[in-house]
């Protein structure tokens, strides 16, 4: 579904951001039932909105940086996830020692994937409010160097870490 939908025109960090966001909403709900029917439910739920991490995560880095960077950006991408994930278990395992139930975990866990969510969501509410603040009569020139709209006009494929011309000698 997520494949098809990243095919149309529409604005991929904000879906992205939001189906993060709607995956952790849903793992909270986890700790509150027992029973079986209503946890394959939230499952089923859980795992459509998650799917967009998989689905969604090589446009999106395409889109920012570019096709000649995807190889590196993705490396990085799956590096952080893989220490993410191996620090992830043993915290949940430090909660429920310290609280003595798996509640903790899940409510923690889905705090963090829904405040990823929000944080990827800054961008494109970023654009749609200097959208806004144009079309309401304030001018580009007017706008501070490092404002919100400032940032939101930045190109992320111009981004370089080091100048062209300086030389790294060992």
């Keep these: 579904m997520y494949g098809y939908i990243g095919d149309k025109n529409i604005n991929l960090p904000l879906l992205y951001g939001l189906s ?10 986890y700790p509150m039932f027992t029973s079986f029917s209503v946890l394959a439910v939230i499952s089923g739920v859980f795992g459509f909105f998650i799917s ?16 000649d960077k995807l190889t590196n950006a993705y490396g990085l991408t799956m590096l952080i996830q893989g220490i993410a994930n191996m620090i992830g278990p043993p915290v949940a395992g430090l ?25 990827l969501t800054t ?21 501070r160097r490092g404002s919100p709209e400032d940032i939101a006009d930045h190109d992320m494929t111009r981004v370089q870490f080091l100048p062209k011309n300086i030389e790294i000698s060992v």
């Excluded at 993060?20 to 709900?29: E, N, T, V």
């Excluded at 967009?52 to 096709?67: D, H, P, Q, R």
């Design 20 to 29: 993060i966001s709607l995956s952790g909403l849903s793992l909270m709900f």
């Design 52 to 67: 967009a991490n998989y689905v969604l995560s090589t446009l999106i880095l395409v889109e920012f940086l570019g096709m």
């Design 95 to 119: 909660l429920y020692d310290t609280s003595g139930s798996y509640n903790n975990t899940f409510y923690f866990s889905s705090m963090f994937i829904i405040l990823a969510g929000f944080m």
């Design 123 to 143: 961008v494109p509410i970023t654009k749609f409010l200097k959208r806004h603040l144009v079309s309401h009569g304030m001018s580009p020139d007017k706008r």
